[in-house]
Nanobody, 115 residues
Framework: QVQLVESGGGLVRPGGSLRLSCAASGSIFPMGWYRQAPGKQRELVAVISSGGGDTKYADSVKGRFTISRDNGKNMVYLQMNSLKPGDTAVYYC???????????WGQGTQVTVSS
């Protein structure tokens, strides 16, 4: 059974950067980063294939966010640059390429972009 622990969130000014980490135990799957802002539905931000060779991004973060993984450490990362207030949300990781495989989500990590 896969267990997920997200970390790395915080308060950052517009234009700043953060690096999120997802510790994922269990088998290696494609892994996605999602986010949910207050009053909005959870959305897929980025996804990476099992081997790390393929990635996909939401249009809103293309060119600013980079997803990567280290399978030796069972870690998946989300490097977020040029952050905007609209990126404010709780960020979650969940295995799967087109849709989340797990119905139970981790605790997420809060990202707040504000001056």
């Amino acid at each position: 059974q896969v267990q997920l622990v997200e970390s790395g969130g915080g308060l950052v000014r517009p234009g700043g950067s953060l690096r999120l980490s997802c510790a994922a135990s269990g088998s290696i799957f494609p892994m996605g980063w999602y986010r949910q802002a207050p009053g909005k539905q959870r959305e897929l931000v980025a996804v990476i294939s099992s081997g790390g060779g393929d990635t996909k991004y939401a249009d809103s973060v293309k060119g600013r966010f980079t997803i990567s993984r280290d399978n030796g450490k069972n870690m998946v990362y989300l490097q977020m640059n040029s952050l905007k207030p609209g990126d404010t949300a709780v960020y979650y990781c969940n295995p799967g390429w087109d849709a989340p495989l797990l119905q139970v989500w981790g605790q997420g990590t809060q990202v707040t972009v504000s001056s």
